[in-house]
């Protein structure tokens, strides 16, 4: 017991001094700059990765902060979390917007304007922050005008406190404006700090560079020769990060519905039951986030149904194309969103219509056949079958006979010596009215093996 538990300890102890330590501040002359990418939906997983890389920073005294944003926008409640986080923070946040190319629109304007320090890259651009409704719902005319001004006054308060351009700020809200690196910069006052290349162009531009805090300390930003340390999202980040999007929600949607509908066919296989519960319950925590069209779901789940039904419906394929043709409207308007980040792709969507077609197709079709076939759990289904006499058989007298590996009690219509080959012509509750089998019949069976099971125990 001593062993066991000095054994666990030592696990425990070499486990936490594997995790990833922050690097004390005294332990470096240099300062500490911290670097994180966020490119993804904002959402409360990204939330919670901002917030702890912020957190981080300030226990081990950074002198700042770096978030490379790259989002199509996300959800209100996950930006204030992470902008009053940033406001609250003892060490400086830069918000960069790059690479060329990228962007930070809704979400992401109001958190860059909200930063320390705004900066984009070249050929980048923000904005476009007006809000929508998150699950993919349309709004009436006074609540869209509510909500809209709601954000467009969180924006100016931001603006103004960082003395940026409040107007344009409340324009990237109710007019839907959106901004180029040098219209950001070049507007009077700018709405971002600098435009940098990269990130060691950035920390160049920004050493000695005086900023004034959001409570309104000034302070001067120290990052010459700075120890850049990267921080990654945990693992658990990392696969809910990538459960939020749309691509990988459908698929997760599909594979549910396969699963659990494969249950369905072939009840007690357990394992494609629990594996669709599984991803429908992970395809619903990304709904949850997603702008979500809730026609387009039903649509989907319409047709799926109607798939199913194939199977135990003869439509003769109507049913088959009324399905595809649900699954494939209801994918194509599932997500509520003009931005193609927040677009299911129609590469993805037509595979995996035509696959679950396919596999439609072939279960109705395996489903026609077997319906087709003679069926052998009732008496009736032993007309027709071969076996053999294990008793000498006499006309109008039982004897019993192996038929399929069972014994059945027999009356003959002519004369069957034990071992001879017999047919089965008739069924009266359980006795069959057999008849001697042709002997080329008897001798072929015999050769696949039916002479063995003259040798069956008696009894029956």
Known sequence: M???????????????????????????????????????????????????????????????????????????????????HMLAARTPVAIFIAPSGARAASAGFLITIAADIA??????????????????????????????EDVAAFARTLA???????????????????????????????LIDLVASDMPELLQKLDGRRITRFDGRATALRTAGARLVPIDMTWRQG?????????????????????????????????????????????FFAFRILPVN??????????????????????????T???????????MILMDSPAPELQVSLQLVLPIVFAVGGIAVLLARLAFLSQRQRSAVYAGGMIGTDGVALTALRPGQSGRVLIRGEIWTAIATEAIAAGDGVHTTNVDGLTLTVRRRDPIASLQT????????RETPHGD
């Open 2 to 84: 001593a062993r066991c538990l000095a054994g666990v300890l030592a696990f425990a102890l070499a486990a936490a001094a594997a995790q990833p330590r922050d690097p004390p501040a005294d332990s470096f002359t240099q300062p500490i700059v911290y670097a994180a990418t966020v490119d993804s939906i904002i959402h409360p997983v990204s939330a919670e990765y901002m917030i702890a890389t912020m957190d981080r920073a300030d226990r081990a005294r950074a002198a700042l902060v770096v978030f490379t944003l790259r989002t199509p926008g996300g959800l209100v409640d996950s930006t204030h979390d992470i902008v009053t």
């Open 119 to 148: 900066a984009m890259a070249p050929g980048t651009h923000i904005g476009a922050a007006h809000p929508v409704a998150g699950g993919g719902e349309k709004l009436d005319e006074t609540m869209a005008t509510k909500a809209a």
């Open 160 to 190: 103004s406190h960082r003395h940026r351009n409040v107007q344009l700020a409340g324009e990237a809200v109710t007019a839907s404006r959106a901004f180029t690196d040098q219209e950001a910069l070049t507007a009077s006052p700018p």
């Open 239 to 283: 696969v809910l990060s990538a459960i939020a999007h749309p691509n990988v929600a459908y698929i997760l949607l599909s594979l549910g519905v396969l699963g659990l509908t494969i249950e369905l066919w072939s009840p007690g296989a357990v394992l494609p039951g629990v594996a669709g519960g599984l991803c429908l319950l992970l395809a």
């Open 294 to 319: 809730g026609a387009g779901v039903l649509l989907i789940l319409f047709g799926l149904s109607l798939l199913v039904l194939e199977v135990k419906v003869a439509s003769y394929g109507l049913l």
């Open 321 to 331: 194309a009324g399905g595809l043709a649900s699954v494939t409207v209801g994918s």
């Open 446 to 453: 015999e050769s696949d093996g039916t002479a063995r099971d």
